[in-house]
């Protein structure tokens, strides 16, 4: 189904630098007249941060692979039918801050969940919504595993369940972008997220304004 808004998400591994990236460019378009709406996954509604508190939280210890699956998905479909299809259908560009691409890197080829079940709770609860353009910001499973523990040291946060893993699951995560930004280049576009603030910001602003200046000619 197309609507007149466009839904435009950020991803890649823990530490990537993409909310900052996204808010960037959530000021840049509004600054020229556009309707953006910013939201994030999990989360995004009220029942979204609840379920982002409990796959997040280390007190939840370990979930099955399932769990954590349905979970994701749980808050995915109150997104979308809550603040997401609204948005869209309402003329804006929804900034998202993660998507589906998440569920298939993370559970899929982060946790093994078999890929066509992700397709198809996918086509099941989300009616099979894809992005109209999806920014994955590059950075190795090294770097995440920094960024993370010292943004949490700093925050005298504690680690996520995710970054407690470490290491082993942002290279399987990793590795799952590269296969999804290769099988759907036109939409996935990669972005080397080990350069500074500005240049990673000069080359979103690069891919997003292609896609609006397309969209408008047609
Ligand atoms: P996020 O808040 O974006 O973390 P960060 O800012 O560190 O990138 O995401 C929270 C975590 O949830 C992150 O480790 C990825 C994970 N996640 C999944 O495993 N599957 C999903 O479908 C989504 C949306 C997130």
Redesign the pocket.
Known sequence: MKYPGALITFEGL???G??TQLELQAERLRTQGRAIMVT???GGTAVGRQIREI??SPASGRLAPATELAL?FAARAQHIEEVIRPALQAGSIVLC??FTD??VA??GYGRGVPLDDIAALNRILCCGLQPNITLFLDIDAETAAER?NSRNRAALQEQ?R??EEGLELFRRVRHGYHELANREPARIRVVNGMAGIAEVHEAITHVVDEFLDNRLAR
Request: a negative charge.
């Open positions: 823990d530490g990537c993409k909310t994030r996954e999990p796959v997040l994701m801050d993660r998440s569920t993370y559970q993370t996520t995710f970054e």
